[in-house]
C-alpha cells in the first residue's frame, strides 16, 4: 500500500524482526597507498554488543567507515549474518543502509545545522520512501527521551546531550538491526555520557539490535560490550570477552598498556558511573 508516493509500513517492534548480526572477513582499507586497516576479521552474532578499542589512530573508527560504506574497502568482505534461509542485503545497497545505521561521534556536527528536528528525523523517511512519518517521528522523539515538543528547534537550540539524542533518534527511525556506535558519548560532559549510554542499552535490549561500538574508554566498552577487539596501527592485537577484560586476564602487552592508560578502569566502576 502506498501514501502520496511512500510505502505505508507498520511501526514494528523487536519481536517482529529477524534479528542480524555481521561478519567481516579480512578487511583491508588503504587510503591513497597507506593501509589504515590491515586484514582485520570480526563476527558480531544478532543481538550481540561488540566493542573496538585501541589508542588514536589505530584504525577502529574507519572500520565502522568501512562497514557503512563511507572508507573504501581495498579487499576482504562484509556480510550480514542471521537465520537459516533469511534472505539478506548485499553491502552498500539500499535495503543494507536501511538495516545498518551508524551514530557519529560529534553531535555538532553530524546534524544540519539549518535544519528543524523535524526535518532531519523525515529526510531518511524520505530517502527509503517510507510513510508513516508523524508516527515514526513522535515515537522516535519518545524513545529517545525527548518529546514531540523538540520536533521544530533546530541543533542550535539543543545541549549536546539532546543533539546526540536527536543523532540516535535519527538512526532509530528506520528501524535498522544494526547499529554502529563510533564513540557517541566522548564529545558529551561526563554526567550527560551515563544518560546517553543507559539510553543505547536500553534500546539495544527493547529492539534486539545488534551493536558495535568503537571507544577509546575501556570502562565504557566493558560496560556496554559483550565481545572486543584491541586494535594498534590498523591491526587486530587481541579479541577477547569483556569479563576477562575485567579480570585482567589479557594475553597481549599492548592491551596491559591500554588498561593502565584509562587509569582506575573497572567494569564495576563503569557500571556505577551508568
Known amino acids: 500500500m502506498k501514501e502520496d508516493g511512500y510505502r505505508v509500513e507498520p511501526v514494528m517492534d523487536a519481536s517482529q524482526h529477524e534479528h542480524v548480526g ?39 573508527s574507519t572500520v565502522l567507515r568501512a562497514i557503512c560504506g563511507l572508507a573504501p574497502v581495498a579487499s576482504g568482505t562484509v556480510k550480514l549474518i542471521g537465520s537459516v534461509g533469511q534472505n539478506l542485503p548485499e553491502p552498500g545497497s539500499k535495503p543494507f543502509r536501511r538495516l545498518v545505521q551508524m551514530v557519529f561521534q560529534d553531535p555538532y556536527g553530524s546534524l544540519h545545522p539549518r535544519q528543524t528536528v523535524d526535518r532531519i528525523l523525515a529526510e531518511p523517511l524520505a530517502i527509503h520512501n517510507i510513510g508513516n512519518a508523524e508516527l515514526r517521528i513522535e515515537r522516535a522523539l519518545d524513545e529517545v527521551g525527548l518529546g514531540t515538543g523538540f520536533r521544530f528547534r533546530y541543533p542550535h537550540q539543543l545541549s549536546g546531550g539532546q543533539r546526540q539524542r536527536i543523532a540516535i533518534a535519527r538512526a532509530l527511525i528506520l528501524e ?21 549510554l543507559n539510553l543505547l542499552e536500553d534500546l539495544r535490549r527493547k529492539r534486539g539490535l545488534t551493536f558495535i561500538m568503537v571507544s577509546h574508554d575501556l570502562a565504557v566498552v566493558t560496560h556496554m560490550c559483550e565481545h572486543l577487539m584491541v586494535m594498534q596501527r590498523g591491526q587486530t592485537v587481541e579479541l577477547l570477552s569483556s569479563a576477562d577484560l575485567a579480570a585482567r586476564t589479557v594475553t597481549q602487552d599492548y592491551t596491559r598498556r591500554l588498561m593502565e592508560a584509562s587509569g582506575g578502569f573497572s567494569r564495576d566502576a563503569a557500571a556505577a558511573s551508568a
Open 176 to 196: 535498522p538491526q544494526i547499529m554502529l556506535l563510533d564513540e557517541p558519548t566522548s564529545a558529551l560532559d561526563a554526567s550527560v555520557q551515563a544518560e546517553v
Open 22 to 60: 555481521l561478519e567481516a572477513h579480512n578487511l583491508r582499507i588503504v587510503y591513497d597507498g597507506f593501509v589504515a586497516v590491515a586484514d582485520t576479521s570480526m563476527r558480531v552474532g544478532p543481538g550481540e554488543s561488540f566493542g573496538i578499542v585501541g589508542e588514536s589512530g589505530s584504525g577502529k
